[in-house]
C-alpha cells in the first residue's frame, strides 16, 4: 500500500494561491482556503487553530485597500468589537484585500500600514488607555475605536511560511484577549508551543518573535524581519488620549 503524503505547509499555501485568485474569487471560496490553510497540520499558530475550529474567525473580503474598503473596514472592526470584550475564548477579525497584490516584502508592509494609517485617521475616539500609542514603546498596540489590537499580516510573498498565505491578509487579534490569557498563566504555555512548531517548520527560530513589553509589537505586524533602527511608518494623532 502505497503511503499518502501530506505537502507541506508552503507548498499547501501555493497550491491554494495558484487557485485563488484575488480579483475573481468569491468570498466564502477565499473563507474556505483560509480555513484550509490553517487547518494543515504544520499551520504553527495554535491560537488561530483554535479560532478556526470553533467558527470564531469573522472574515471580511474587500475590494481595496484604500478608500471606501477603509470605511467599511471600520464598520465591520466597531461590530467585532462591540461583540468582544476579549473576556471570552479567542475570537479574530480576518480583513482579506483583493487589492493591491503585493510581490515583495516591503510592498506588504508598506500597504498594510497604510491601511493602519487610514483607519486611524478616521477613527473619532480616544486611542485605549491600557497600551501605548507610541509605535516605538515595548506596551505599543494598534488602537481603533478604543479597542486594542495585535495585528498579524500575512500575503503570498512572505519569507516565513507561517506567514505565507494564498491571498492578501490582515488579522486584528483582540490584544485583551492575550492579557486574559497571561492572567490565567495559559499564555506563556502556549506561546512556547507555538515557537516550537514554527522553529520546526522554518527550520530557525524567528527573529522578530519577542515578547510583549520586550520590544514594541509594532515590529512583528508584518512578518517581514526588521533591524534595530527599523521604525514604524505610523504617526498616530495628538491629542488622542
Known amino acids: 500500500m502505497t503511503a499518502v503524503l501530506t505537502p507541506g505547509l508552503a507548498e499547501h499555501a501555493e497550491r491554494l494561491r495558484a487557485g485563488c485568485p484575488h480579483a475573481t474569487a468569491a468570498a466564502p471560496e477565499i473563507a474556505e482556503l483560509l ?3 490553517v487547518a494543515h ?3 504553527p499558530c495554535l491560537g488561530a487553530r483554535s479560532v478556526f475550529r470553533r467558527n470564531a474567525a469573522q472574515i471580511h473580503v474587500f475590494p481595496s485597500m484604500k478608500g471606501i474598503s477603509i470605511d467599511v473596514l471600520g464598520q465591520k472592526l466597531r461590530q467585532f468589537a462591540a461583540a468582544h470584550d476579549g473576556g471570552e475564548e479567542l475570537a479574530s477579525f480576518v480583513a482579506v484585500f ?3 497584490v503585493a510581490t515583495t516584502e516591503e510592498d506588504f508592509e508598506r500597504n498594510l500600514w497604510g491601511v493602519l ?3 486611524h485617521d478616521h477613527d473619532d475616539q480616544p486611542w485605549a488607555e491600557d497600551v501605548s500609542q507610541d509605535p516605538d514603546d515595548p506596551e505599543f498596540a494598534f488602537s481603533f475605536a478604543g479597542t486594542p489590537y495585535f495585528i498579524v499580516g500575512l500575503h503570498p510573498a512572505a519569507s516565513r511560511i507561517a506567514r505565507q498565505a494564498p491571498v492578501t491578509t490582515i488579522v486584528f487579534n483582540l490584544h485583551r484577549q492575550f492579557e486574559r490569557l497571561r492572567t490565567e498563566g495559559t499564555f506563556e504555555r502556549m506561546r512556547d508551543a507555538i515557537r516550537r512548531r514554527d522553529e520546526r517548520l522554518q527550520g530557525d527560530i ?5 515578547d510583549y513589553g520586550t520590544s514594541s509589537a509594532a515590529r512583528q505586524y508584518s ?8 521604525r514604524a511608518p505610523f504617526s498616530p494623532k ?4
Open 98 to 100: 483583493r487589492e493591491p
Open 117 to 119: 494609517r487610514q483607519l
Open 206 to 210: 524567528n527573529p522578530m518573535m519577542d
Open 238 to 241: 495628538e491629542g488622542r488620549r
Open 35 to 37: 480555513g484550509s490553510l
Open 223 to 230: 512578518g517581514r524581519a526588521v533591524g534595530a533602527d527599523w
Open 41 to 43: 497540520p504544520d499551520f
